[in-house]
């Protein structure tokens, strides 16, 4: 799987960060770059579960690619997603079930800093996705 130019460019910044004050600085960057959700999105249906803060996610496909839009309460979280979906964005249902998650946050250097709930929150979401691209 290739990696899209944003995902690159993610993933270059976190390279060059020093430490987890910067890496920290990043991710809430990151966060603050994703699209607001409209409230008419953030609906029970769009909610994903198994996250401690309100998370939501909605999800189109277009020729075959996965496109997603996401939110959350919290600002860290909002930089995960972030992180997530333009690692994401684009891939077929196939690339979506085989995505490694923990091997896309050990790259960004982040894995350290997800605590248990953090990454319980994050697989929510993947699984969350995965079923969405499955058909449930």
């Known amino acids: 799987m290739s990696l899209c130019t944003q995902a690159s460019q993610a993933l270059e910044s976190f390279e060059q960060a020093r430490g987890w004050e910067q890496r920290a600085r990043l991710l809430m960057q990151w966060g603050d770059r ?4 409209d409230d008419s999105e953030k609906t029970e249906v769009n909610r994903v579960h198994g996250c401690e803060s309100m ?3 909605v999800a189109t496909q277009e020729n075959g690619q996965w496109r997603f839009k996401a939110s959350s309460d919290a600002r860290l979280l909002r930089g995960l997603l972030a992180l997530l ?3 994401v964005q684009g891939l077929s249902s196939t690339e979506l079930a085989t995505m490694d998650l923990n091997g896309w946050f050990t790259q960004l250097g982040l894995e350290r800093q997800l605590s248990p709930s953090r990454s319980n ?3 929510a979401v993947l699984r969350r996705m ?3 691209a499955n058909g449930r």
């Open 34 to 37: 994703l699209a607001p959700l």
């Open 55 to 57: 998370v939501w996610l």
């Open 85 to 87: 979906l333009v690692r």
């Open 130 to 132: 995965a079923d969405l």
């Open 121 to 123: 929150g994050l697989h």
